[in-house]
């Protein structure tokens, strides 16, 4: 079986996490399609969605501008999967404390963008994450804080805060899985049910 996978290209590390998504697939004995999204059309293809990191504001504005943003939120309404990681979370929080950021309110979460520092003050550490058997080995790059959470549940904290949670079909994370030889996170949010 062949899973279409979108990743939103507007902006980010869109080479790494098709890596991810292609070893998690073959994992469950299934191919991985992997297509760039630069413009809308694609996202109704696609099986599940994963929104990259990079900067929260020019996502953000893009994927309005080229008509992405209505698709994204038909895909979750769908009940179909959906990765985001760092700047993809803080867009589908429902608040990003900042109004340069028009979020889709798709994960019932308030962010905080950059809140762990600045690209020096970037760490790894491991992770105790619902759903793993064994920590995850996380990379906090300019990393957004989760400050706040409705319904959305928690999958993992740092230092008391809260990095990785779910909402629906939706799993956001403030650190960067896709920097890791390790697929478990694209796996938990694509692959669970398998």
Known sequence: MTVIAGVVAVQGDVTEHAAAIERAAASHGQDAEVREIRESGIVPECDLLLLPGGESTTISRLLH??????????HVEAGKPVLATCAGLIVLSTD?????????????ATVERN???RQKDSFEAPLDVTGLDDPFH??????????SVGDAAVL???????????????VGTSFHPELTDDARIHDLA???DD
Do not use: K
């Open 65 to 74: 501008q080229e008509g992405i943003a209505p698709e994204i939120v038909e």
């Open 96 to 108: 990003a404390n900042d109004d340069r950021v028009e979020t889709l309110g798709l994960v019932d």
């Open 115 to 117: 809140a762990f520092g």
């Open 138 to 147: 996380a990379v906090f790059i300019r990393a957004p804080l989760i400050e």
């Open 156 to 170: 993992a904290e740092w230092d008391g805060r809260p990095v990785a949670v779910q909402d629906g079909p939706v």
């Open 190 to 192: 694509f692959f669970a």
